[in-house]
């Protein structure tokens, strides 16, 4: 039987996202920047995202030794490659045409967990284990990163916090005035979908792992006991919404910061402790570019009951491609990147905990960026493969449901040639389709269109009010099935009233969005394309949040207008330049609920 | 193999050498060329021992590289890893030893201690399984107790580690306390420093792996005690090689120069330590015999299902 980790980890592995801050799952093309002379021969590396900028560094360094095995040069180049569709692909076979370039002989995911999973999937299919020989490049654990007012308002850093704490704040109708802060309004919670992050999947256990007051791996009676069940459901309760990557969260919050309402986005966010050092530079996605830190740092929380770590293994794989000369360069290459103390101190300047036990752990992890080296005070264990497939499953049970629409554009120009001789309303259609697996039935959905005057003067029709998709999955499928393209874009008024219909139903005990995929720039009438007026409409609700996650689709949509919305909205801008790569990219956005 | 081995060496005075078919033979016209050992000799140890023969290799003035168990042997190298790891019929001569030991984060000791009756033992450790540190007499935010051992089926210290708790585990599950469980001695103490006291509280090991972390573990804010069982099994560690010039590397393992390498490296040479062993290591206990075969597939099975 196949795991339902594993379906989702081949989800993962056909997924395109933008990279990010962090251990996430967010899949990346190969991007090798390190070119083969002529007559050497190639050690390809795929590394997680976070690690790319740093191996490829010391990747170059070893290359410039000209290290030849058996009288042949070699050379090591790197690829990124996230967690997950490393893991799908090795477990899969790698493809041969070359699009998620040369099968590697090092792998490097963020976890150790995910080269148990390539191993557990080649034992269900009777192949050997390949990803056993491996040595720590370096390691970061999953933490609560708080800004520091609120920490400080739960005692920290004297007290011990953990999850059971939040599920009391995120419980109290006070919210924050529970606290004497009723000035930050409820608790808001910020965690990615474990289906497409490692930050995610380690919050998820870490929460379960609390709940049922265990340190040892869980088991499938903790995972299925009820009271386990109504604390996770109270903690998940507070999640302004989720996501493939925790770099969404940290921009937000900074952007927020800058605009200086620090503690409105987010109350706290399950990252890893690198990412705390990154936000406090000013700089989430970890650019290297010169920044202003935030007026309101961020702390970490290690939760009292325990955490997990992202260990960051580096591989060389037993595979049949991976020959003598090739094997014994890899492993030379991690022997440099791991034993020589100067190359782990150079960990340590990315924000991770060096992997060479040699290397003390030193600034920047340190009490200035509100970071304890001597915690956690625990581990906790990744569960079996059968237990970890049943808590993702009990987790899309539990999770907090959303309430949302989607509003697709049908303009003239969706009718144009997209790819593979299809329309790009077409291949929208098809991503719209495939989405409707990833909600729960209780998940709310409507669906909207736009181009203009679709209905007298009025650009957006609602086709399908928002409710629950067990009633409405069949008419939104007919629906879609059935739309046809023509018209104008009218981008902004449709957007403000599919936003203005969440908010007059808005609901609590749900996330609330708006899913807008747009593939060009708004043409309405005269007045109807002032932009300011929509930005100012969505940031103007900050007790009732409406989230807006627009697709860029196609290389003609209108990136800043829509970068503008997600950010307004305190959402995220997805782009399918390409829109043959729409499904994927749609799949992404739904990660969000 | 194991027992002849020693044999050889508690009746042998100086030198340990047992030579097999097709190694050197002594004298003749290669005298004057055993008197050197080829520079290009290389001396290949298990990981656990690396920093001893880095040692040793600098005084013997050759190169020095880490063997796995399972590999095959250079044919210009000498290797030296536990009898029981090297390869079926090879014909080792020992060259040092370790105790197995028991060890842990010094905020753990006074604890052990009181819940212990003063002894850190493989009964205080089975006793320790499966409850909170807070039954312990340790402090709440330690979680529960925590164990770390190497996988008894991936090599002979794993195996004697594992042979030295067994006994004391009754009916006892450590599955649940089992919190590091790595594929070596070497790899259990380093995971141990770097993970911290949050994923191990106590390890059971070879005392030359801990010796290797000591240093690391004080860098990391942490001190590693040590607990010797009043009898328990040693780990011997033997040097095989065939090559030409293997034989007199073989024999120079076993010289005052070596053997003060190896001491200050953790690692007891056979005749015994040549100086002070780095602090904390002390007196160990009685050596038991080695596990006979019947033995060792009782605890490979006892490992498989109890872990």
Known sequence: VRLRLLVLLALVASACTFGGQGSDGGGLDPDASIEVPGDCQEVPVHVSSEKVTLITALAEEFNATNPEYDGTCVAVTVYRTASGRGAALLAEGWPEDGSAGPAPVLWSPASSAWGAVVNE??????????????????????????????????????????????????????????????????????????????????????????????????????????????????????????????????????????????????????????????????????????????????????????????????????????????????????????????????VLEFGFRPGNPAVAIGAPIDASNGLDPTQPATELQVPEPAVLA????????????????????????????????????????????ASLDQFKPEDEVGLWIFSTELQGDQDYLELVPPGPLTANAGQIEQTVRGLVDGGGTGLYDSTAAAVQAVRESFDQGRINAVILLSDGRCDDFEGQCEIDPLLEFLSSNERDPVRVFPVAYGDDADLDALRAIAESSQARLYQATDPTTIRQVFEQVVSNF | LAGLVVGAVILGVGFFVTRGPGQDTPGGSTTTTEAEIDSDVTLACVEAIAPACKGAAAVLGVAMTTWAPGSPVPERGVVVAPVGDLPDGSSPTVVAESPIVIAFWRTRLDPLVLSCDESVD??????????????LNGAADWGPFKLGLADATAGEPALLAWSLLQPALGSADVAGGLRLRSGSDASLMKDMVLFGDSRADLVITTEVAVAGQFENALSRDGRIEVSYPSQGPWVEYGAIGEGRG???????????????????????????????????????????????????GTLISTWEDRT
Not at chain 1, 274 to 279: D, F, K
Not at chain 1, 390 to 405: G, Y
Not at chain 2, 122 to 135: D, F, K, N, Y
């Open chain 1, 121 to 346: 999937r080649l034992a269900q299919d009777g192949q050997p284990a390949i990803a056993t020989d491996f040595e720590r490049i370096m390691l970061t654990p999953l933490v609560l990163a708080m800004p520091r007012p609120m920490a400080e308002a739960l005692g920290w850093p004297e007290a011990e916090l953990g999850w059971a704490d939040i599920l009391e704040l995120a419980s109290n109708p006070e919210g924050w005035g529970s606290v004497g802060h009723p000035e930050w309004g409820a608790f808001r919670f910020g965690k990615t979908n474990p289906n497409f992050s490692t930050s995610g999947l380690s919050a998820t256990i870490a929460i379960y792992s609390a709940a049922a007051g265990s340190t040892a791996p869980l088991t499938l009676d903790q995972i299925a006991n009820p009271g386990v069940v109504e604390f996770v459901k109270g903690v998940e309760n507070a999640t302004v919404h989720y996501g493939d990557t925790t770099l969404t969260f940290l921009e937000n919050m900074l952007r927020e910061d800058q605009r200086g309402r620090p503690m409105r986005y987010a109350s706290a966010v399950a990252v890893e402790e690198v990412s705390v050092i990154a936000y406090n530079r000013g700089d989430p996605a970890d650019t290297g570019e010169a920044t202003t830190p935030p007026s309101v740092p961020l702390v970490a929380i290690y939760p009292k009951e325990g955490t997990l770590f992202s260990d960051n293994p580096a591989y060389v794989l037993d595979a049949p491609w991976v020959d003598e000369v090739a094997r014994q360069a890899a492993a030379e290459f991690r022997t440099f990147v791991v034993d020589d103390p100067e190359n782990q101190a150079r």
């Open chain 2, 246 to 296: 293997n034989g007199r590397l073989i024999e120079e393992l076993a010289s005052q120069a070596v053997a003060e390498a190896f001491t200050a490296a953790g690692l007891r040479p056979a005749a015994g330590p040549a100086g002070e062993l780095p602090e904390p290591l002390g007196e160990a206990g009685t050596k038991t015999p080695p596990p006979d075969d019947a033995t060792r």
């Open chain 2, 122 to 135: 493989a009964a205080c450790v089975a006793g320790a399984l499966g409850r909170q540190w807070s039954e």
């Open chain 1, 390 to 433: 049943a808590l993702i499953d009990s987790w899309e049970a539990n999770r907090k449901p959303a309430r949302v629409i989607m509003l697709l554009d049908v303009s003239g120009s969706m009718g144009e040639l997209g790819g593979e001789g299809r329309t790009k309303l077409d291949l929208a259609k098809e991503a719209v389709l």
